[in-house]
């Protein structure tokens, strides 16, 4: 136990939560063998009406397999550290795999990996063909200075394509630099500190935030983050997108 008794930097609120290592419970969805990791946000958290996907870490070892996400979710897998492989191939620090909805896969993880994973139910549009699976790497993502700022630089992951109802991206900030204004938007998001340290502001409070730390942000949640200290800092985050709020298909 580290801090004093009883003390902890973890915050949930109505519109937002912020999860600190310090708190962390192992526990993960069903189908991921005997792999030992932590779900960091999930529906049950039941703020602005719930988050509506999941986002959990995974520690590999011995027996830590997954075939599937359930039915209807998809999945995408982002390594943070070590190694992982898929149907036999090596995926390594900094890959990620995205899987369609009932795709069925080999994936292991084998001691020393550690893992970043979210799942979200797939929502189809009638004439829209829904994804395939993707793999790639951060250092192949397209990149660019966010709104022409150098010291803020923004990769996707994935295609900013009708088909996909997901985004993941990486944030990377140079000591000093911040979101240029207070962002407030339909999407919600999930988001894990991967390196450094910062400032968030959600709703009307400010947090002091570090890497390992996961926040998630409910829709129209007032949003701003300023990277401090002497190094970079970076984040890895999950945003819905080209879905109409209403459920209707265009």
């Not at 519109?15 to 069903?30: E, F, Q, R, Y």
């Not at 995408?76 to 090596?90: E, K, P």
Request: hydrophobic share 40%; glycine share 12%.
């Amino acid at each position: 136990m580290s801090g004093p008794f009883g003390e902890t930097r973890t915050r949930v609120e109505w519109n937002h939560a912020l999860i600190a290592p310090d708190g962390h419970v192992p526990g993960l969805p069903p189908g991921w063998g005997s792999a030992r990791g932590y779900l960091l946000i999930s529906p049950v958290m039941n703020g602005a009406g719930g988050p509506r996907f999941c986002q959990y870490l995974v520690e590999g070892g011995e027996g830590s397999e997954t075939h599937c996400a359930a039915f209807g979710l998809q999945r995408l897998v982002y390594v943070l550290a070590g190694t992982a492989t898929l149907d036999g191939d090596t995926l390594a620090t900094d890959d990620f795999v995205y899987f369609p909805a009932d795709d069925e896969y080999q994936f292991t993880a084998p001691a020393g990996a550690k893992l970043l994973v979210f799942e979200k139910p797939y929502e189809p549009v009638e004439g829209i063909e829904p994804p395939t699976r993707r793999t790639g790497s951060l250092a192949d993502a397209p990149t660019e200075p966010f709104l022409g700022d150098p010291d803020a630089m923004l990769s996707t992951l994935l295609p900013i394509e009708p088909g996909f109802d997901m985004a993941v991206n990486v944030f990377n900030f140079k000591p000093g630099a911040a979101l240029p204004f207070v962002e407030t938007h339909v999407m919600e998001h999930g988001l894990f500190m991967r390196a450094g340290q910062g400032v968030y502001r959600l709703g009307d409070k400010w947090y002091p935030v570090q890497a390992g730390d996961s926040i998630w942000m409910a829709s129209y949640c007032p949003q701003w983050f300023v990277a401090m200290g002497k190094s970079p800092a970076s984040y890895v985050y999950y945003k819905d997108v080209h879905r109409d709020p209403l459920g209707f298909s265009v």
